[in-house]
Nanobody, 124 residues
């Protein structure tokens, strides 16, 4: 079992930045790929970014490329999502997730463990 705790959300103006953190406990986190998803009111949960267990491979949805960066510190059992140049359409609850195997995984059903979510609100 892996337990995930998301944090770092908040209210920010358009163009601003936030850094989300996902702290893991339980089994050795460095064995797991990690991802960030988000869900806006009335919408499906969507993929944002993922990172391989060793941190050498990353994937992003097109709308956040060049603005968001996913990273991890396995010594601290933590995954980060640095979000810059935020837009109102980035407003959502953001969830950290983890899975065994590759980070080439874009759907929620491919992930086994989830954080509780952290709210990100971007005002115009």
């Amino acid at each position: 079992q892996v337990q995930l705790v998301d944090s770092g959300g908040g209210l920010v103006q358009a163009g601003g930045s936030l850094r989300l953190s996902c702290a893991a406990s339980g089994r050795t986190f460095s064995y797991y790929a990690a991802g960030w998803f988000r869900q806006a009111p009335g919408k499906e949960r969507e993929f944002v970014a993922s990172i391989s267990p060793g941190g050498t491979s990353t994937y992003y949805r097109d709308s956040v490329k060049g603005r968001f960066t996913i990273s991890r510190d396995n010594a601290k059992n933590t995954v980060y999502l640095q979000m810059n140049s935020l837009k109102p359409e980035d407003t959502a609850v953001y969830y950290c997730a983890a899975r065994s195997g590759s980070n080439y995984a874009y759907t929620p059903s491919q992930y086994d463990y989830w954080g509780q979510g952290t709210q990100v609100t971007v005002s115009s």
